[in-house]
């Protein structure tokens, strides 16, 4: 195969933008880590997006203990500790905990128009 010339003042276009560069400053533009045939100036190159790697990359996140030790008495380890995000204060309405508190709910009639 022959040489090729150095080319140090040939001048080439941007494939992206049509602007013109020194020919030793387009660089190849690269998409899913393969050369995608354009080569662009240096300042619109676009990086490779991790995003289209899918499956190239571990995304391994284990969730579950191997060999778990959970609490043997089960009132203590089903129990909240530190939770208690209203009751346990005397109010204006006497004194109140979540023994003696209730949650009371109303659904009304709700119309919908569509034009």
Known sequence: MGNYAKGKYAYG???RTGFRYKLKDLKN???DQRRSGLLVGYDVLDKDQPQYQIGRINVNDPQ????PRPQKDL????GTYAWNPIGGWNSAY???NLNNMFMKGKIGKL???IS
């Open 29 to 31: 533009q690269i998409i």
């Open 75 to 78: 009132e203590i380890s089903r």
């Open 94 to 96: 006497g004194p109140s």
């Open 64 to 67: 579950a203990l191997r060999h």
């Open 13 to 15: 276009i941007c494939d």
């Open 111 to 113: 119309t919908i128009t």
